[in-house]
Nanobody
């Protein structure tokens, strides 16, 4: 099994910054995709930023130019630097990863979600 643990959420003022971290733990063979989604109250969960299987990045149009996703492969960790925050960025942010883990006898696909971290931006 692969677990994702997020940190770094909290309260910020509009125009401010926050940095989220997500660390994957377990006997991970490979991570194909890893990134961030968010869900605001009464809205569907949406992609924020993600590293794709090919190593490129995808961003939601609403965060382009303000958010930056980065990663430390050695630590199986992904970060989300959020600048110029807006009140509409308020949501629970979830880390998501897909890949292969070593069960001890074979490699098994995994698709894991973190527990979520609250980001609240006030004006």
């Amino acid at each position: 099994q692969v677990q994702l643990v997020e940190s770094g959420g909290g309260l910020a003022q509009a125009g401010g910054s926050l940095r989220l971290s997500c660390a994957a733990s377990g006997i991970i063979f490979s991570i194909n995709t890893m990134g961030w989604y968010r869900q605001a109250p009464e809205k569907q969960r949406e992609l924020v930023a993600v590293f794709t299987k090919g190593g490129s990045t995808n961003y939601a149009d609403s965060v382009k130019g303000r958010f930056t996703i980065s990663r430390d492969n050695a630590k199986n960790t992904v970060y989300l630097q959020m600048n110029s925050l807006k009140t509409e960025d308020t949501a629970v942010y979830y880390c998501h990863a897909e890949g292969l883990y070593d069960s001890g006898s074979r490699l098994i696909d995994f698709a894991s979600w973190g527990q979520g971290t609250q980001v609240t931006v006030h004006s």
